[in-house]
């Protein structure tokens, strides 16, 4: 667990914020947070167990726990999806569509 206090202090407050936005997210799923940012499903647990309220922490790992579109080896989304004209500046994509 040593590792992932280390990764998770790391962070700028900028990148803590859009992991945290992410893993709210229902439509996120976990490997993307984790091709992105680095961090794990344990890593992000870990970021939001010590960055939120005791409560708001249990309910979101009540509606996270088993949900499909959390787990992308589980849903039934294909990457194909719709994705908003501003999802590049919001992940610092540099390969812009035209």
């Given amino acids: 667990m040593e590792k992932s206090k280390k990764i998770v202090k790391n962070l700028t407050e ?3 914020d859009r992991i945290i936005e ?3 997210e229902d439509r996120t799923p976990f490997e993307a947070i984790e091709m ?3 961090l794990a499903e344990k890593h992000v647990i870990a ?8 409560s708001s922490f249990r309910m ?3 509606r996270v ?3 499909p579109t959390k787990h992308k080896a589980k ?3 294909d990457d194909g999806r719709f994705k ?3 999802q590049r500046h919001i992940t610092g994509n540099k390969i812009t569509k035209r």
């Avoid at 939001?48 to 005791?54: C, D, G, Q, T, V």
Wanted: hydrophobic share 45%.
């Fill in 84 to 86: 908003s004209a501003a």
């Fill in 60 to 62: 979101w790992r009540k």
């Fill in 22 to 24: 992410m893993a709210w």
């Fill in 65 to 67: 726990t088993d949900r």
């Fill in 75 to 77: 849903s039934a989304v």
């Fill in 47 to 54: 970021l939001m167990r010590r960055e939120m309220k005791a």
């Fill in 14 to 16: 900028r990148e803590t």
């Fill in 36 to 38: 992105q940012f680095g």
